[in-house]
C-alpha cells in the first residue's frame, strides 16, 4: 500500500549549521515528486530524513496518518535506490533481489515468484544467475530497483540513482524507471540536480535552494511560470534583462535599457505601479527580424550555431547584454554574424519578476507550496 507523505517545519542541523530550516511539504499517493537543486542544497539530507538515517532536529515526519520520527528505518517499508548502486557484490542477481524477503521470512516458493516477476520487469531475468561484477551499470541499477521494490514498500526514495551511468544510458533508464514507477504507483521519492531528468520524470517538482524550497509544481509550471528569479534560471535556460514597469489606469509596459518597449496584459494588479523589473525571456521567446524598419529591442549578432532543427544565434545588445536565442533553422538562410537585427518577445510567454528576484509578477503563477499549511 502506498501512502501520502507529510513533512511539517522539519530542521535539521549538522553541529552547529542549520541546513534546513523548518520545511514543510506534502508528498501526495502514488506520484512521482522530485527534490531538485545545486550542489548541497540539502536534497539528501531530506532524503535520508524521510528514511530515518538522519537525526531529526525539529518538526514532524508522516506516513499517511502514522508520525514516523521516531520510527526504526526497518518499520517503515521503504524501498532505498541509491547513486552508487549498493547491490551485494557475492551475491548473484536472483539473491540480491531475493534479500529483502528472505529477511523478511516470507516462505521460499512465494519468494521464487515474486524475484521471477520483479526480475522480468525490469528485464534482467537473463542475468539472474550472474555476479554483479559481470553486469554493466545500467544492469546493475535495475537490479538495485527490483531489489528495492521486490518488498512491496509503501514509499520509494531514489537518491541520484542515474547519476554514474553514460549520458544514453540515463535516458533510457530515466524512461524504464518512470514506467516502472508509473505500473506500480507507488509513491515515490526523486532526487537529482539534473534539471532535464526531473522535467523528464516527475509529476511533481520541488526547487530547492539553500535548504528551502522555492516552488513545487508541475513541470511545465517551474519551466512557464517559475515563481521567482532562481527557478527561472536553475530551470532550462534563460536570458535577465534589467529594465523598468511603466503602469497606470491605462495598461502596463515593461521598458527596456534601450527605450524600446513591450505591452504587457497580464502583470498582477497589485503591481501595476512603476518599479524596476528583471525580465526573463527564454532563448525561444524572441523573435528575430532583419528588417530596419520593425520596432523591437536592437542588437548585433555576434555567432551563430546551426545544431540542425534549431539555430542557436549568441547577440548582443545596444548596452553590452549578451543574449541567446533559438530559432527554428531554415533552409538556406542564416543571418550572418555582424548582422543588425531587432527582437520582438512572445510577450505571453516571458516572466517579469521583481528586482530583488523574489517574486514573479505575472498572473499565473501555480506554486503548490502555497497550499502547504
Ligand atoms: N554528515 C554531515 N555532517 C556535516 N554537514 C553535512 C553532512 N551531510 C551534509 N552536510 C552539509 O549539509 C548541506 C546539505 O548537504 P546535502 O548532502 O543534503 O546536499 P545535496 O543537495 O544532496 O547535494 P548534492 O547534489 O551535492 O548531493 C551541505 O552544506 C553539506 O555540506
Ligand atoms: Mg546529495
Known amino acids: 500500500m502506498s501512502v501520502d507523505i507529510r513533512i511539517r517545519n522539519a530542521v535539521k542541523r549538522y553541529g552547529d549549521n542549520t541546513v534546513i530550516d523548518g520545511l514543510s511539504l506534502d508528498i501526495r499517493e502514488g506520484e512521482f515528486f522530485t527534490l531538485l537543486g545545486p550542489s548541497g542544497c540539502g536534497k539528501t539530507t531530506l532524503l535520508r530524513m524521510i528514511a530515518g538515517f538522519n537525526s531529526i532536529e525539529g518538526g514532524d515526519f508522516f506516513f499517511g496518518k502514522d508520525r514516523i520520527n521516531d520510527k526504526d528505518p526497518a518499520k517503515r517499508n521503504i524501498g532505498m535506490v541509491f547513486q552508487n548502486y549498493a547491490i551485494f557484490p557475492n551475491m548473484t542477481v536472483k539473491d540480491n533481489v531475493a534479500y529483502g524477503l528472505k529477511n523478511r521470512k516470507v516462505p521460499k516458493p512465494e519468494i521464487q515468484i515474486e524475484v521471477d516477476k520483479f526480475l522480468h520487469l525490469m528485464q534482467i531475468d537473463q542475468y539472474k544467475d550472474r555476479m554483479p561484477e559481470n ?120 521598458v527596456f535599457q534601450d527605450g524600446s518597449s513591450v505591452e504587457m496584459s497580464n502583470i498582477l494588479s497589485s503591481e501595476r505601479h512603476d518599479q524596476n523589473v528583471k525580465v526573463s525571456i527564454r532563448p525561444e521567446e524572441f523573435i528575430i527580424s532583419t528588417d530596419p524598419e520593425s520596432q523591437g529591442i536592437a542588437a548585433v549578432v555576434d555567432d551563430c550555431v546551426f545544431l540542425g532543427l534549431n539555430t542557436h544565434y549568441f547577440v548582443h545588445l545596444d548596452d553590452g547584454t549578451p543574449a541567446e536565442i533559438v530559432m527554428e533553422s531554415e533552409i538556406d538562410r542564416e543571418i550572418p554574424k555582424g548582422a543588425r537585427i531587432t527582437l520582438a518577445v512572445k510577450k505571453e510567454k516571458i516572466n517579469v519578476f521583481t528586482e530583488d528576484g523574489e517574486r514573479n509578477i505575472v498572473s499565473g503563477v501555480r506554486n503548490d507550496l502555497e497550499e502547504v499549511s
Do not use: C, W
Not at 553486469?135 to 521486490?150: C, E, M, N, P
Not at 544510458?169 to 507507488?186: D, H, T, Y
Open 135 to 254: 553486469l554493466s551499470g545500467g544492469q546493475q541499477q535495475r537490479v538495485a530497483l527490483a531489489r528495492a521494490l521486490v518488498i512491496k514498500p509503501s514509499v520509494l526514495l531514489m537518491d541520484e540513482p542515474l547519476s554514474n551511468l553514460d549520458a544514453k544510458l540515463r535516458v533510457e533508464m530515466r524512461s524504464a524507471i518512470k514506467q516502472i514507477q508509473n505500473s506500480i504507483g507507488i509513491t515515490t521519492v526523486y532526487v537529482t540536480h539534473d534539471q532535464e531528468e526531473a522535467m523528464a520524470v516527475s509529476d511533481r517538482i520541488a526547487v530547492m535552494n539553500g535548504g528551502v524550497i522555492q516552488h513545487i509544481g508541475r513541470p511545465r509550471d517551474l519551466y512557464q511560470r517559475p515563481a521567482n528569479l532562481f527557478v527561472a534560471t536553475f530551470i532550462g535556460h534563460t536570458n535577465i534583462f534589467d529594465a523598468t514597469l511603466k503602469a497606470d489606469a491605462s495598461g502596463s509596459k515593461i
